[in-house]
């Protein structure tokens, strides 16, 4: 069994950056794959990025590709999401999750936090 509990929504400026956090409880962290997912208001859940359990392996959706970052810290049991470059329509609640492989279904994760909201202004 695996917790998750995301940190570092917000509000910004389009433009601005922030970082996403999510701190899993449990020393089985480490073997599991990472992933951050986003919902904006009346739209599905969306794949935002992935990362392997090791972190050798990551992910992403075209839309964040050379604007978000996912990395992991194995001895924090902590994964990130540093996100620069933000624009309005990255505006959503942000969950993490862990599953067994870097995936881009939410079906492959089997453990979700309660997410974070992201507000970029225009």
């Known amino acids: 069994q695996v917790q998750l509990v995301e940190s570092g929504g917000g509000l910004v400026q389009a433009g601005g950056s922030l970082r996403l956090a999510c701190a899993a409880s449990g020393r089985t962290f480490r073997r599991y794959a990472m992933g951050w997912f986003r919902q904006a208001p009346g739209k599905e859940r969306e794949f935002v990025a992935a990362?392997?359990?090791?972190?050798?392996?990551?992910d992403y959706v075209d839309s964040v590709k050379g604007r978000f970052t996912i990395s992991r810290d194995n001895a924090k049991n902590t994964v990130y999401l540093q996100m620069n470059s933000l624009k309005p329509e990255d505006t959503a609640v942000y969950y993490c999750?862990?599953?067994?492989?870097?995936?881009?279904?939410?079906?492959?994760?089997?453990?979700w936090g309660q997410g974070t909201q992201v507000t970029v202004s225009s």
């Open positions: 990362i392997s359990w090791s972190g050798s392996s990551t």
């Open positions: 999750a862990a599953g067994t492989v870097v995936a881009r279904r939410s079906r492959e994760y089997d453990f």
